[in-house]
Nanobody, 112 residues
Framework: QVQLVESGGGLVQPGGSLRLSCVAN??????MGWYRQAPGKERELVAT??????NYANSVKGRFTISRTIDKRTVYLQMNRLNPEDTAVYYC?????????WGQGTQVTVSS
């Protein structure tokens, strides 16, 4: 069973930065990524990384950067210039052989 463990969430002031990490017990993937879900809203794509490169939601382009370790176990989401609209539970995701696996989520709150 693939397990994903996220860390790095927390409370940050507007304009601040956070880095999320997601460690997997697998080195295999076709796509890794981050999604988020704000209260009362549907889960939405934030960023993905695959052999074809990276992909970002328009709302985070230029502010967030997704990356991974060489061993493919860990995916990061560097979040800069955070604003209150970024407040959400952030989930990492990994697709392996057509199966989608999710982490438990980490809360990010942007507030003064």
């Amino acid at each position: 069973q693939v397990q994903l463990v996220e860390s790095g969430g927390g409370l940050v002031q507007p304009g601040g930065s956070l880095r999320l990490s997601c460690v997997a017990n697998s080195t295999i993937f076709s796509v890794m990524g981050w999604y988020r879900q704000a209260p009362g809203k549907e889960r939405e794509l934030v960023a993905t990384i695959s052999g074809g490169g990276t992909n970002y939601a328009n709302s985070v382009k230029g502010r967030f950067t997704i990356s991974r370790t060489i061993d493919k176990r860990t995916v990061y989401l560097q979040m800069n210039r955070l604003n209150p609209e970024d407040t959400a539970v952030y989930y990492c995701m990994r697709i392996i052989a057509g199966n989608v696996y999710w982490g438990q989520g980490t809360q990010v709150t942007v507030s003064s």
